[in-house]
């Protein structure tokens, strides 16, 4: 096998393959098989629940099969300069040269490695991969860790849903909840939770054009271009969390408010206490109150933004996650919904909803 590609080309394939495999339990999980043939070459890798594979235009001189130790060939890669790198190998060693640079390691026997798995679809989404990137992304950061000591599944995944009115997105981690949304102009039918670290891998990927998400009942698969992921599927029913999402006519206050003003106080309002202290959301007549202080109250902050308003009540959240959720806030403005100090705190924009629980007054 011998090829030649772009040194900025080759660590974009490389890079997905490179990561799902550093984990390997075995010697040969923890490599990646290189495959060329053609104009192209093809990069897999896989811990034997998640597997990555992209393929990439190559000039392909020999065609072949190697299987190379995955982090070796990213270190390797990452230090050669953004010229053209060649990549040569056979059954016992590889190596790999740019300019006046070359290096070569050890190569295993290319039939050990197990086969791509093979998603048969049971469901499939089709989507922008923008637009899903920047929802599953505001989705993750309100799930929890896969490998946190917690129970609950479903606050260890993102549950992707489909329905007549809106592709969905969301996450929770018990103390927030985020949903961010868009139109199913195509009326498509989908509902799966998908692992934090897949759908992280996947986005770590240079997504362009359209992606698809494909899912049986053992299985789930991100496919665009050249590039695809593939994940056990997470198993079981998602929390209902509807109930937390109350209607407009049970709130007993609301503000509209300039997002970049609000995000700018919140910012402002990091700077004071520790990340235990609670920020006050207060609303009142045209203003909508941000203010916040030190346990000890030897630091104290307020701020007054001008907001359009009804009601008045307050509540007390905190600060990472009403950050979290303004910044994934779409538009000019957002709204926010306040029943009492003791129920959650909504946020909302065109395309996301948010939910809030309250902390306890200081």
């Not at 798995?117 to 923008?130: F, S």
Request: hydrophobic content about 40%.
């Amino acid at each position: 096998m011998k090829f030649s590609m772009n040194k900025s080309e080759l660590l974009s394939a490389i890079s997905v393959p490179c990561a799902v495999a550093e984990k390997g339990r075995v010697d040969y999980l923890s490599c990646v098989l290189v495959e060329a043939s053609g104009d192209s070459v093809r990069f897999t890798g896989t811990d034997l629940t998640r597997s990555a594979r992209c393929s990439s235009q190559a000039l392909v001189e020999a065609e072949g099969v190697a299987l190379i130790g995955a982090m070796r060939l990213l270190r390797i890669v990452k230090s050669l300069p953004n010229e053209a790198v060649e990549v040569e190998a056979d059954g016992k060693s590889a190596s790999v040269s740019c300019g006046r640079s070359r290096f070569s390691v050890p190569a295993l026997t290319p039939q050990d490695f197990p086969a791509f798995p093979e998603v048969e679809a049971e469901q499939t989404l089709t989507l922008g991969a923008g637009v899903f990137a920047s929802m599953a992304k505001a989705a993750l950061a309100s799930t929890i860790a896969e490998n946190a000591k917690d129970d609950r599944m479903w606050a260890k995944c993102v549950h992707v849903r489909a329905n007549a009115d809106n592709i969905m997105c969301e996450g929770t981690d018990g103390y927030r909840i985020m949903r961010k949304h868009v139109p199913n102009d195509d009326g498509q039918a989908f509902d799966a939770m998908l692992p934090p670290g897949f759908l992280k891998q996947a986005l770590s990927a240079p997504l362009k054009g359209e992606l698809t998400i494909s899912a049986s009942s053992g299985h789930v698969a991100i496919s665009c271009g050249t590039f695809e992921v593939s994940s056990s599927v997470v198993n079981g029913e998602y929390a209902d969390t509807s109930r937390f999402f109350c209607a407009p006519d049970a709130l007993n206050a609301r503000a509209k408010v300039d997002r970049d003003g609000l995000m700018a106080a919140i910012k402002r309002a990091e700077t004071v206490g520790t990340s235990t202290d609670a920020v006050r959301l207060d609303v009142d007549s045209f203003v909508l109150g941000v203010s916040r202080e030190s346990t000890d109250r030897s630091e104290t902050m307020s701020d007054a933004l001008d907001a359009e308003t009804e009601g008045k009540c307050d509540v007390y959240v905190r600060v990472e996650f009403l950050r979290d959720a303004v910044a994934a806030a779409s538009g000019d403005e957002v709204a926010l919904g306040i029943v009492n100090p003791l129920k959650p705190l909504l946020v909302e924009s065109p395309d996301m909803s948010a939910c809030v629980m309250p902390v306890r007054r200081p």
